[in-house]
C-alpha cells in the first residue's frame, strides 16, 4: 500500500502529524505510548526470560547470550521470537493500541514478520552499526516497518535508537562486503559518506515507542552507562507485503493478520536489491552477524 492510500483511512492512534513524520522523514517516536499495566505486563515478561537464561552456557536458536554471560550475571543481547515464548508479548502486539498505531502507518490491513527483544545491557551493552532493515529481509512493496518499545527510560547515555532523516528516500545499501560476505552493515565507504550528525536519537521514557520503515538508516551506539535498555522489536508490514526471502526468526506467528483482512493480491514496487544469505536454517542476532560470529 502507498502512503497516499494508508494516510486516507482515519488516524486510530497516531497524531497526523505524527503519521506525515514516519513518510516525511522515515520514522517516528511516540513518547510514552504503552501505559503503565502493559508496560508491567512486558517488564514481568522480560524478567522471566532473564531468568530461563541463566542456565544457558551458549547461544541457542532463541537466545543470544554476550560472551560474559553467566548464571550470576546474565547478559543476553537478544531473546528472538519473544511471542511464541510468552503469550502476554503477543497479546501486547494483538490486543493493546499498539496494533492501531501499526495501522496508522502500513494501511488497514496489518500483517505480522518477526519480533525480537535486545538488552543491551549497562556497561558494555552491544552496538548496532549503520543498516537498513531491508537488505535482511526484501519485501515486494516498502510498506515494511519495525516498531520498538523502551522498556526502560532511555536517554542519550543507553545506546539509544538512532535514525537518519529521509533516507528511506534514497538507496538500498549493499550489506556484504567486496568479497560477497554478508557484513549486516553498510560498507565502510558508504557509511563514511553518511552525514550522521543529521541522526536523530530515538528516545523516551519508558513505554515510549520508535517506528522506522524498512529502508531507513539506522544504528545505535555501546551503552556505557549504569541503566540497561531493554527493547522490544516488532516487524509488521501491509497485508500486500510479500516476503522474498525465507523467514530466519521463526514463529508460529509468520505472516499472522494482526490487524483487518489478509490480502487478496499482492503489491509490487519496482526496483533491483540484492538478496540475503540463505537463512532458512535460521540465525541468532544481528549483533552475531554483524561480529561475524559462527551462525547458531
Ligand atoms: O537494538 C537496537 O538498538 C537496534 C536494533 C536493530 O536495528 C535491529 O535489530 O535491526
Request: hydrophobic content about 40%; overall charge negative.
Amino acid at each position: 500500500m502507498l502512503a497516499e492510500e494508508i494516510l486516507r483511512h482515519p488516524a486510530r492512534a497516531m497524531t497526523d502529524t505524527q503519521r506525515r513524520a514516519y513518510f516525511d522523514e522515515g520514522f517516528v517516536l511516540l513518547p510514552s505510548f504503552v501505559d503503565g499495566a502493559w508496560l508491567a505486563t512486558l517488564r514481568s515478561a522480560v524478567a522471566r526470560f532473564v531468568e530461563e537464561s541463566r542456565s544457558l552456557t551458549r547461544s541457542d536458536s532463541i537466545y543470544d547470550l554476550e560472551p560474559d554471560h553467566t548464571a550470576q550475571a546474565p547478559r543476553l543481547r537478544r531473546v528472538s521470537s519473544p511471542c511464541d515464548h510468552d503469550e502476554t508479548i503477543w497479546r501486547f502486539l494483538t490486543e493493546s493500541p499498539l496494533a492501531e498505531a501499526l495501522a496508522d502507518v502500513l494501511g488497514p490491513d496489518v500483517k505480522f514478520y518477526q519480533a525480537k527483544l535486545n538488552f543491551k545491557w549497562a556497561k558494555g551493552g552491544a552496538e548496532v552499526a549503520w543498516h537498513q532493515d531491508q537488505p535482511f529481509f526484501p519485501h515486494t512493496n516498502h510498506a515494511v516497518l519495525t516498531c520498538g518499545v523502551y522498556l526502560n527510560d532511555c536517554g542519550p547515555e543507553q545506546g539509544p535508537l538512532m535514525c537518519l532523516p529521509g533516507s528511506h528516500k534514497g538507496e538500498i545499501h549493499d550489506h556484504y562486503d567486496e568479497s560477497g560476505t554478508w557484513r549486516g552493515e553498510v560498507r565502510a565507504d558508504v557509511r563514511a559518506s553518511l552525514d550522521v550528525g543529521r541522526a536523530v536519537e530515538l528516545m523516551g521514557p519508558a513505554g515510549s515507542v520508535t517506528m522506522h520503515n524498512y529502508r531507513t538508516l539506522h544504528a545505535s551506539r555501546q551503552n556505557m552507562s549504569d541503566e540497561g535498555r531493554p527493547l522490544l522489536l516488532f516487524v509488521a508490514s501491509a497485508a500486500d507485503a510479500m516476503p522474498y526471502t525465507a523467514q530466519p526468526l521463526k514463529s508460529r506467528y509468520e505472516q499472522s493478520i494482526i490487524r483487518g483482512a489478509p490480502a487478496a493480491f499482492a503489491h509490487h514496487e519496482p526496483g533491483r536489491f540484492r538478496l540475503p544469505p540463505d537463512w532458512s536454517g535460521g540465525y541468532s542476532s544481528i549483533f552475531a552477524l554483524q561480529k561475524q560470529e559462527a551462525a547458531q
